[in-house]
């Protein structure tokens, strides 16, 4: 719960940028119906863009090879500045499929349950 809230707390940005990778087709306006397959497709490349970029931000600071625990969290909190716009469009990704609210409810809920899990995965083979 710490991590959410320092996380939460740090991404204080205002800006929406969904990076140029994404197929913005897969991006409805917001009330559009689709199939949750759909959903689901339209934001798992945002939800990997973020995530990549905190693994990428852990893995490339001189604290990751000795930290543990909550040095390792302390690591992914200190890289969400660096991420926010990834975030951001993510969030605001999630809003569009799903509603309005909705993307910050994923944030703070289930996304960032999962962040040290997705993280620590995707930098086991640089330690």
Same mark, same amino acid.
């Given at each position: ?10 991404? +204080? %940005?205002? &800006? ?8 913005? =087709?897969?991006? /409805?306006?917001?009330?559009?119906r689709m199939p949750a397959e759909q959903k689901a497709a339209a934001?798992?490349? +945002? %939800?990997? &863009? ?8 852990? =893995?490339?600071? /001189?604290?990751?090879?000795?930290a543990g625990g909550a040095e390792f969290n302390s690591l992914i ?21 799903y509603g309005d609210g909705e993307g910050e409810n994923f944030f ?20």
């Open positions: 719960m710490i991590l959410a809230t320092l996380v939460a707390a740090s991404l +204080l %940005v205002t &800006s929406s940028v969904v990076p140029a990778s994404v197929d913005r =087709s897969m991006l /409805p306006g917001r009330g559009m934001i798992r490349p +945002l %939800v990997s &863009s973020a995530t990549d970029c905190i693994a990428r931000n852990v =893995s490339t600071d /001189p604290r990751f090879a000795t909190v200190e890289s969400v500045p660096s991420c926010a716009d990834a975030l951001r469009s993510m969030i605001d990704a999630y809003d569009r499929v703070m809920g289930p996304y960032l349950d999962s962040l040290p899990e997705a993280v620590t995965r995707r930098v086991k083979t640089t330690r």
